[in-house]
C-alpha cells in the first residue's frame, strides 16, 4: 500500500506558507487542469491547460495519455491537494461511462502520487465561484479569469478546472477561519484526520 503524504488537517496546516492545488475537469477528449497557490487566503495561478486526446485512438490509449499527463504534472508541480469534480448523470449513460473512466485514471494518478482525492459536484463549484449553483459556463469563466488576476480568456475547459481548485481553496480557507467546526469537519473527512 502507498503511503499517503504525511499531514493532519489541523490548525497547524491551514498555517503553512503556501499550498498548491491542482483541479481536475476530466474527460476523455478533453481533460482541463488548473494548478493554483493558496497562500493567506489568496489564490493565485501557477499553470493550467488542457490535456487532448485523439477520438481516433482507442479508449485505452487516450486513457494512457490522461494519466501520464496528469501523473507527470503531479511530480513536476508537487501539489498538496488534488480536486476533481464528481461525476453527474446525463441522459447519455455513454457519455456517463467515459467519464467515470477519465475520472478513474485521475484518481490513479492522485493515489500513485500519495494525495488524497476531493471531490465536488458541478453546483458546489459554481456556488464557491459565482455565488449561484445554477451558474452558466461562461459566468464562471468571467469569475475565475477575475479571481485569478488574468487577463487571458481560458477555455472552458481550463476556466473549469481552475474553478475546482478555486473551490477547494474556498473550502480550505472556511476551515481555516474556524466558519465551520472541526467537529463538522471530521464528520464529513473522517479519512483526512489521523491520530
Given at each position: 500500500?502507498?503511503?499517503?503524504?504525511n499531514?493532519?488537517?489541523?490548525?497547524?496546516?491551514?498555517?503553512?506558507?503556501?499550498m498548491?492545488?491542482?483541479?481536475?475537469?476530466?474527460?476523455?477528449?478533453?481533460?482541463?487542469?488548473?494548478?493554483?497557490?493558496?497562500e493567506?487566503?489568496?489564490v493565485?495561478?501557477?499553470?493550467?491547460?488542457?490535456?487532448?486526446?485523439?477520438p481516433?485512438?482507442?479508449?485505452?490509449?487516450?486513457?494512457?495519455?490522461?494519466?501520464d499527463?496528469?501523473?507527470?504534472?503531479i511530480?513536476i508541480y508537487?501539489?498538496?491537494?488534488?480536486?476533481?469534480?464528481?461525476?453527474?448523470?446525463?441522459k447519455?449513460?455513454?457519455?456517463?461511462?467515459?467519464?467515470?473512466?477519465?475520472?478513474?485514471?485521475?484518481?490513479?494518478?492522485?493515489?500513485?502520487?500519495g494525495?488524497?482525492?476531493?471531490?465536488?459536484?458541478p453546483?458546489?463549484?459554481?456556488?464557491?465561484?459565482?455565488g449561484?449553483?445554477?451558474?452558466?459556463?461562461?459566468?464562471?469563466?468571467?469569475?475565475i479569469?477575475?479571481?485569478?488576476?488574468?487577463?487571458k480568456e481560458?477555455?472552458?475547459?481550463?476556466?473549469?478546472?481552475?474553478?475546482?481548485?478555486v473551490c477547494?481553496a474556498?473550502?480550505?480557507?472556511?476551515?481555516?477561519?474556524?466558519?465551520?467546526?472541526?467537529?463538522?469537519?471530521?464528520k464529513?473527512?473522517?479519512?483526512?484526520?489521523k491520530?
Amino acid at each position: 500500500m502507498l503511503a499517503q503524504k504525511n499531514y493532519q488537517y489541523t490548525k497547524e496546516y491551514f498555517r503553512q506558507a503556501s499550498m498548491k492545488i491542482i483541479g481536475i475537469d476530466p474527460g476523455t477528449l478533453h481533460t482541463g487542469y488548473g494548478i493554483i497557490n493558496y497562500e493567506q487566503n489568496e489564490v493565485s495561478l501557477i499553470y493550467a491547460g488542457v490535456i487532448n486526446t485523439s477520438p481516433k485512438k482507442d479508449l485505452s490509449e487516450r486513457l494512457k495519455v490522461i494519466y501520464d499527463e496528469v501523473n507527470q504534472l503531479i511530480k513536476i508541480y508537487q501539489p498538496d491537494e488534488f480536486s476533481i469534480e464528481t461525476a453527474f448523470f446525463g441522459k447519455n449513460i455513454q457519455s456517463a461511462l467515459k467519464l467515470g473512466h477519465a475520472r478513474g485514471v485521475a484518481f490513479l494518478a492522485a493515489a500513485h502520487n500519495g494525495l488524497v482525492v476531493n471531490e465536488y459536484s458541478p453546483r458546489e463549484i459554481k456556488r464557491a465561484v459565482v455565488g449561484n449553483g445554477a451558474a452558466t459556463k461562461e459566468q464562471v469563466q468571467y469569475m475565475i479569469q477575475n479571481i485569478l488576476k488574468t487577463k487571458k480568456e481560458l477555455k472552458f475547459d481550463i476556466s473549469d478546472a481552475l474553478a475546482i481548485a478555486v473551490c477547494h481553496a474556498f473550502r480550505l480557507k472556511t476551515f481555516s477561519k474556524g466558519k465551520t467546526s472541526w467537529s463538522a469537519f471530521i464528520k464529513a473527512n473522517p479519512d483526512r484526520i489521523k491520530e
